[in-house]
């Protein structure tokens, strides 16, 4: 295929997306300045950007958010799934404007400023879309300068020589570096995090759930503390012995970044050796592909993902429907999971397997984010699953 002619630069731009087709689109650049080359993906939920940009799951990724109208509710200190934005640069329909919103302490653009992420926007991002749609996800480089000189060339080269995310391993450089206990409870309006006044359902005596950070979200954690779980955070590095030194009643396999394949070559012997002592398991997005990769099933990159907070997903048990938030851009193969395997959940966007687990095991996972932040909560039974599997298993 020939390379795409670049779109004259317009006027007044002073950012660009520099795709590795050929294709330039040109827009009004905002956040820091600089340039950065990923994978360009699309996400699909109206609220949240500021959790979705902080998901360690997007490390190497570049944002397309569907919704025209991002920034309006400021940024918060409150809102965030780590310390600092994980996804390398978003692009919009529409300029940032002034925040409306009780909570906000900050505009969008100034945040991205001082954490270094580079947004476009003024970009016909449903035409992105449809593009990503029909294509899939291309490598490209955003960019962005105030005087509006950009060498397209050499940015191109740059987005043609990025490899992508197929075979990379990301999950240590998102990861913890050092074992921490999480203690922080959920938000509520009135209250921040831990709301005092919510009772301890299990009292002194908490199940105690060791979580591997792959490139977790902390309102995972949050929802396990919430459902009765005391909760202590390894490295995506730690070995088998290492977690059990630590004296768990339960395991969890968090989300993460990068192909699960790559991480599985140090996970997976881990998780089997886990799987082996028979305590209970839950894993979640990279935590679902590093189980079913550990018990000998495959995964596959997608050709474009499922990133947003309105995927549907039902539940093969019963039948019923999950809306769901979903960020992933890697799928377990459903022909590959063995006997021993049951599939719980399926995407009705295309069908794909979004949940297993083990008939011989205590050991369940789904693709999707069932902790939601942003998105819908039909999913947070999961978590009281999880630690109903840790009670019975302490009872007896």
């Not at 199940?207 to 309102?219: F, T």
């Not at 894993?283 to 947003?308: E, N, P, S």
Request: aromatic share 8%; with cysteine; proline share 6%.
């Amino acid at each position: 295929m020939a390379d795409a002619k670049p779109l004259a630069m317009p006027a007044g731009a002073t950012g660009c997306l520099v795709l590795a087709s050929g294709d330039v689109l040109w827009g009004r650049g905002f956040g820091a300045e600089g340039d950065a080359v990923g994978e360009v993906c699309f996400h699909t939920a109206m609220t949240g950007y500021q959790e979705v940009m902080t998901d360690p799951s997007f490390a190497g990724q570049i944002i397309t958010f569907t919704f025209p109208h991002i920034g309006n509710v400021g940024v918060n200190p409150d809102d965030l799934e780590a310390d600092d934005p994980h996804a390398l640069g978003v692009i919009v329909r529409e300029d940032v404007t002034a925040p409306s919103n009780f909570r906000s302490a900050g505009r969008l653009d100034g945040w991205m400023r001082r954490h270094a992420r580079i947004g476009l926007a003024r970009v016909d991002t449903r035409a992105l879309t449809r593009r990503i749609r029909g294509v899939g996800a291309p490598n490209a480089v955003i960019a962005h300068r105030a005087d509006g000189r950009f060498d397209v060339e050499a940015l191109l080269a740059r987005a043609r020589e990025w490899p992508g995310l197929e075979g990379v391993d990301l999950a240590r450089e998102v990861s913890t570096a050092t074992h921490y206990g999480w203690d922080g409870g959920v938000w509520r309006l009135g209250f921040g995090y831990g709301d005092p006044e919510e009772p301890d359902l299990y009292g002194e005596k908490r199940p105690h759930v060791v979580a591997i950070d792959y490139g977790s979200k902390r309102n995972i954690f949050r929802n396990l503390v919430r459902v009765g779980a005391q909760v202590s955070v390894v490295p995506a590095t730690a070995t088998a012995e290492q977690v059990m030194a630590l004296k768990p009643d339960g395991v969890f396999l968090s989300n993460g970044p990068g192909d699960p394949a790559a991480t599985a070559e140090y996970a997976a012997p881990v998780i089997r050796e886990l799987l082996e002592t028979g305590l209970p398991l839950f894993g979640i997005c990279l935590g679902h592909q590093l189980l079913a990769l550990a018990v000998g099933a495959r995964t596959t990159k997608m050709f474009q993902g499922h990133r947003g907070a309105n995927h549907p997903v039902r539940r093969v048990a019963d039948g019923a429907v999950e809306i769901t938030s979903m960020n992933h851009g890697f799928a377990v193969e459903r022909d590959s999971l063995p006997t021993n395997v049951r599939e719980t959940h399926v995407s009705l966007f295309d069908g794909s397997n979004t949940g297993l687990e083990l008939t011989d095991r205590p050991a369940f996972s789904v693709q999707y984010h069932p902790e939601a932040s942003p998105g819908p909560q039909d999913s947070f039974y999961l978590f009281e699953r999880f630690v109903e599997m840790v009670k019975k298993k302490l009872s007896g």
